[in-house]
């Protein structure tokens, strides 16, 4: 699972690399529409997702702590 | 206490949150001066305030739990309430501070809500400079609680009372009106609540996790 989400974080993480190109060139997809601000929208839901993945495991963690007991 | 352990709530508190952050920042708000675009901030600066209320309320109905019964559990619950709140406080109080410096000019103008805020703030950090000072478990448990006790509606009076009776900058005191007056149009409301009700359950959430990590502590503490 730990290893899976790595991946998956790696294979994001190329991304940004695909999104730097020509800024002349003005590409018409939807994060770059009205003032880019779905780029913010997007960026705000990837960290609150994260936190609430993160708040979850957290949870699972302390709930095999307490049948551990 | 079975609530705490399940996990239906907290996918409901997630995805409730989650709806708000393209609802609220995407959907039309009406156009007012000096506020513009900032009046976005009514989703996520406000249910700070709410969520930081919620575990205020429940660390309140724990403390005279602990009074009338005496466990130690009750004592545990109403402290990490608190913590929690204290963070939701503290971005209640950020937040704030941002908004104010670009509707009203500084990040801290002496405003009446701000300054009996940064009090209400100080009074619930004195409950846990008050808890840390006293060694003795049950008296700790039992000054604290009482305290506590008093300090919430002293808290809601300085922050929600008081300021309304002044003039004040902020919304709804003094003459000036609050959102809900005239401008939370039902646009506004589907993304309004949802971030009130989501964030209450998030930060109910924390405290439930912190107050789990407490309880295995504290029956580590008792073995030793």
């Not at chain 2, 920042?25 to 919620?54: A, D, K, Q, S």
């Not at chain 2, 808890?131 to 008093?150: G, L, P, T, V, W």
């Not at chain 2, 809601?156 to 009776?165: E, N, S, Y």
């Amino acid at each position: 699972m730990k290893k899976l989400s790595f991946l998956l974080l790696l294979l994001l993480s190329c991304t940004a690399v695909f999104a730097q190109g020509d800024p002349s060139v003005e590409m018409d997809d939807a994060l770059r529409s009205s003032g880019k601000i779905y780029v913010v929208v997007t960026t705000i839901c990837i960290i609150f997702v994260g936190l609430a993945i993160y708040l979850f495991s957290i949870d699972r963690r302390l709930k095999k702590i307490e049948k551990g007991k | 206490m079975k609530f705490i352990y399940q996990t239906w709530w907290k996918v409901v508190a997630v995805l409730l949150v989650f709806s708000t952050l393209i609802t609220g920042l995407l959907l039309p708000v009406p156009t007012l001066p000096i506020l513009h675009e900032t009046i976005r901030n009514l989703y996520f600066h406000v249910p700070m305030w709410m969520g930081m209320l919620t575990v205020f309320v429940v660390s309140v109905y724990f403390s005279i739990m602990y009074l009338r019964t005496g466990d130690e559990k009750h004592d545990l619950a109403a402290v990490e309430c608190v913590n929690t709140g204290l963070l939701f406080y503290s971005f209640g109080l950020l937040t704030g501070m941002l908004w104010a410096k670009y509707t009203w000019g500084e990040f801290w103008s002496g405003d009446p809500k701000q300054n009996s805020a940064a009090i209400a703030f100080l009074l619930y950090c004195a409950y846990l400079v008050l808890r840390n000072s006293i060694d003795e478990e049950q008296k700790r448990a039992k000054i604290s609680a009482i305290y506590n006790i008093f300090a919430f509606p002293i808290m809601i009076v300085l922050i929600f009372i008081l300021p309304r009776m002044t003039d004040s900058l902020h919304p709804g005191s003094g003459g000036n009106p609050a959102f809900g007056r005239y401008d939370l149009d039902n646009g506004m409301k589907i993304a309004f609540y949802p971030a009130m009700l989501g964030w209450s359950f998030i930060a109910l959430w924390i405290a439930t996790i912190r107050y789990r990590i407490r309880l295995i502590e504290n029956k580590r503490n008792a073995i030793n």
